[in-house]
Each structure stands twice: as C-alpha cells, then as structure tokens.
C-alpha cells in the first residue's frame, strides 16, 4: 500500500499552488475552476490537493482557526540542498522557523506555506 495523496483547506488555493510549485518543484496536475481545487504532483506520484474547506469536513481550515494542527515534510537527498532551498524561501520572503540546524539526527527547518500549512524541510544521513 502507498500513500495517494493529501487534501489541504485553504484560502487561497492558486497561491498556495504557486508556493508548493516554485518551492518544492511539485508540478501542477489539474487546477479545477477558477481557484476552486488544485491538484499538484510529486515525481514519485504523490498528489497534494489544495481545496477549500467544506462543511462536511468541518468548514475551516488552519487559516480560519488561527493554529498549525499538521505539517507535511520534504526529505531531500543532500545536505546542502536544504541550504539550498532555505535561501530560496528566505530570498522570497517566506515565514521561516530560522536558519536550519542540526536536529533529531539529521539538517532541517521548518516554513509556513500559504494557508497556514507547517512545512518541514530535511536531510538524513543514510
């Protein structure tokens, strides 16, 4: 069994979308509406899907709410590729927890992507 995909609630739907693509290299797959849903891409198939929040899934998303209840993390295959893509969110103005460091056995930092969303950015040895 594998993971298929996530579905976040948030806002601004197209603007999260551009975050996730310049910054993660995630490829949009489908974009439904105007703003209504996105579907973005792993290169290893896993699908993100940035909707906005329903009722029947409780009507508010971490932007309404005011807190973090998740977060997602991107593991990469070196080191300095979080160094790497650190600048790039700092070169961007994105919110950031600081630089990265040492941390549970491996290099890593975390950002708040649009909609509230906790992102965690790591390398681990092998």
């Known amino acids: 069994m594998r993971l298929n995909h996530l579905d976040?609630?948030?806002?601004?739907?197209?603007?999260?979308?551009?975050?996730f693509i310049r910054?993660?290299?995630?490829?949009?797959?489908?974009?439904r509406s105007n703003n209504g849903l996105a579907?973005?891409?792993?290169?290893?198939g896993l699908e993100i899907v940035l909707s906005h929040a329903i009722?029947?899934?409780?009507?508010?998303?971490q932007v309404e709410i005011g807190r973090q209840t998740y977060h997602i993390g991107?593991?990469?295959p070196?080191?300095?590729d979080v160094d790497t893509v650190h600048a790039g969110l700092v070169?961007?103005?994105?919110?950031?927890?600081?630089p990265p460091a040492a941390m549970r056995g491996?290099?890593?930092?975390?950002?708040?992507?649009?909609g509230n969303i906790l992102v965690e950015v790591g390398w681990r040895p092998g």
């Open 106 to 114: 491996g290099w890593l930092f975390y950002c708040t992507a649009p």
């Open 78 to 80: 070196k080191r300095a």
């Open 91 to 98: 070169a961007a103005g994105a919110v950031l927890s600081g």
């Open 23 to 31: 910054h993660f290299g995630l490829k949009l797959k489908d974009m």
């Open 39 to 44: 579907i973005l891409e792993d290169d290893a």
């Open 8 to 19: 976040f609630h948030v806002p601004d739907i197209a603007g999260t979308a551009d975050f």
């Open 74 to 76: 991107f593991i990469l």
């Open 55 to 61: 009722a029947k899934f409780g009507t508010a998303d």
